[in-house]
């Protein structure tokens, strides 16, 4: 089993800045994808960034340029650091691993309980 705890939300106005943070731990595992995901009362969840191991990045097109995803290989950690923030980007933000457990095997995915975000007007 994996676990994922993030940290970091909060409330904070538009323009203002927050940085959230997850940290994976449990047993030996191979996490091939680290990402972050929101979802908004009444709406899908929805891809906001995600990082592979090797460092290739994906941004939803609503926060390229305001939102900067990083990773520490070495201690399972993924950040999300979130800047120019607007009153949409409020949400349940969510930590997201995706873990291989064995060479040549699939992988699961594993998320975190999440962490509200509020960008107030």
């Known amino acids: 089993q994996v676990q994922l705890v993030e940290s970091g939300g909060g409330l904070v106005q538009a323009g203002g800045s927050l940085r959230l943070s997850c940290a994976a731990s449990?047993?030996?595992?191979?996490?091939?994808?680290m990402g972050w995901y929101r979802q908004a009362p009444g709406k899908q969840r929805e891809l906001v960034a995600r990082?592979?191991?090797?460092?290739?990045?994906n941004y939803d097109d609503s926060v390229k340029g305001r939102f900067t995803i990083s990773r520490d290989n070495a201690k399972n950690t993924v950040s999300l650091q979130m800047d120019s923030l607007k009153p949409e980007d409020t949400a349940v933000y969510y930590c997201?691993?995706?873990?291989?457990?064995?060479?040549?095997?699939?992988?699961?995915?594993?998320w975190g309980h999440g962490t509200q975000v509020t960008v107030s007007s």
């Open positions: 449990g047993s030996t595992f191979s996490i091939i994808v």
């Open positions: 997201s691993a995706d873990v291989q457990f064995r060479a040549s095997s699939g992988t699961f995915r594993y």
């Open positions: 990082i592979s191991s090797g460092g290739n990045i």
